[in-house]
């Protein structure tokens, strides 16, 4: 276990940044002491070291939104920490998903969903339908995001929004698989986008 440098922080208190592991969004600022921290490793959960009550506050102890811990990081200077966690329902006393009051959108979850992809792509089960597309080739995987393209077309005609975004998703994975068998990423389009709004 990894302990930053605790006497460089007023009262031996170092600022904490909770950031959505998925996301990126930053969700909320605390602060820790060795015991806190200690406490975060043990239980997998954040724990501060609240100063208004005086003790270890667990975030979620009593409202059950808790912060379920994925990484820690120290900075260079090991006086300040950064958790990337998964946040269990929103993060704000307030009820807002960031003590900033900001959306947590999952978009950051299309960059884990390429990982995963990448991974599947370069694995040895011959029963996951990702290698077994790969395995085909570029003219099957980009025969299957036409197929789901006009599957999405033909539900937009209709009012069955539950089936009009459950073909979008299946467009939009089978589009990732096109991109990455192509040697791109999603981000790769983003900039085009970005340049083209400049």
């Given at each position: 276990m990894e302990i930053p440098n605790f006497s460089k922080g007023e009262n031996g208190l170092l600022p904490a940044i909770i950031q959505d592991e998925t996301t990126g969004k930053v969700l909320m600022l605390g602060y820790m002491n060795e015991a806190a921290?200690?406490?975060?490793?043990?239980?997998?959960?954040?724990?501060f070291f609240s100063r208004s009550k005086n003790r270890l506050w667990t975030k979620g102890e009593s409202?059950?939104?808790?912060?379920?811990?994925?990484?820690?990081?120290f900075d260079c200077d090991q006086d300040a920490i950064l958790i990337k966690a998964k946040p269990e329902g929103p993060t704000c006393h307030?009820?807002?998903?960031?003590?900033?009051?900001?959306?947590?959108?999952s978009i950051g979850f299309i960059a884990q969903l390429e990982r995963v992809i990448?991974?599947?792509?370069?694995?040895?089960?011959?029963?996951s339908y990702v290698?077994?597309?790969?395995?085909?080739?570029?003219?099957?995987?980009?025969?299957?995001?036409?197929?789901?393209?006009?599957?999405?077309?033909?539900?937009?005609?209709?009012?069955?929004?539950?089936?009009?975004?459950?073909e979008s998703a299946d467009l939009l994975f089978h589009y990732l698989i096109l991109l990455q068998a192509k040697g791109f990423k999603l981000q790769d389009?983003?900039?085009i986008l970005e340049s083209r709004h400049r």
């Open positions: 921290l200690k406490q975060t490793y043990e239980i997998d959960k954040v724990t409202s059950g939104n808790y912060l379920h811990v994925r990484n820690i990081a307030t009820g807002a998903d960031t003590c900033w009051n900001e959306k947590n959108e990448e991974s599947r792509k370069n694995g040895g089960d011959e029963k290698k077994s597309l790969f395995d085909k080739g570029i003219n099957k995987i980009a025969q299957k995001v036409g197929e789901e393209a006009i599957e999405v077309v033909i539900e937009a005609k209709d009012n069955d929004y539950d089936l009009f975004l459950n389009v983003v900039k």
